[in-house]
């Protein structure tokens, strides 16, 4: 099987954006269903609130919606753009949380036929993580976001992040390797 033709994939992307531009309902419906989930995970790793992180992107989606228009083609890919709005969206969150005193409350009820036990592991799992990423620098946790959150390959990543890929992946490796060491070492509070 042939590889896909890469200026055949930047010129469908050019279409996709042309008629989103124009207010496409079928356009901006698949900009929208083939980025949320990747733009949820990512911003969810980088807050650790599901709940949030579902706003947030909602959020990420309105404001595409908004400035749709005044998007201009510059090589790189429309999920870029994409990226950069929930990245601002995250340091804004962070900023606020981070001056704002507040006690958790999780206000998530669990569907009465689930698992409470298998509840309570994904959302330990998931804080664990979360707590684990933020001993990360901010270069790592950007890349781990992108990466495995986001779903977007190395060169993808270099290009939202503005580095080399080799910088990608070495900023990766590092990465790794600290949150294994943290993850298995029991290094959390």
């Not at 994939?9 to 954006?17: A, F, G, H, N, T």
């Not at 989606?61 to 999920?79: A, D, K």
């Not at 994904?122 to 990466?147: M, N």
């Not at 580095?163 to 509070?189: C, D, F, W, Y």
């Amino acid at each position: 099987m042939l590889a896909p033709d890469r200026g055949c994939q930047v010129q469908d992307e050019r279409d996709l954006l042309r008629r989103a531009q124009d207010r496409d309902p079928a356009a901006l419906t698949q900009i929208y269903e083939e980025n949320f989930d990747r733009i949820y995970r990512y911003i969810l790793l980088k807050i650790g609130d599901r709940v949030e992180a579902e706003d947030m992107t909602q959020q990420v989606f309105l404001n595409v919606l908004r400035s749709i228009s005044s998007y201009r083609w510059r090589g790189m890919p429309f999920t870029s753009w994409l990226y950069r709005i929930a990245h601002n969206l995250v340091v804004d969150y962070l900023r606020k949380k981070s001056r704002q005193p507040t006690v958790a409350i999780d206000e998530t009820v669990p569907a009465p036929a689930s698992d409470p036990q298998q509840i309570a592991e994904q959302k330990l799992g998931i804080e664990e993580l979360a707590r684990a990423t933020g001993r990360l620098t901010a270069a790592q946790q950007e890349v781990i976001s992108l990466r495995f959150a986001g779903g977007l390959s190395i060169a993808e990543v270099a290009k939202v992040m503005g580095k080399s890929e080799n910088a990608v992946k070495a900023l990766q490796h590092s990465a790794i390797l600290a949150l294994r060491r943290t993850l298995s070492g029991g290094m959390l509070p």
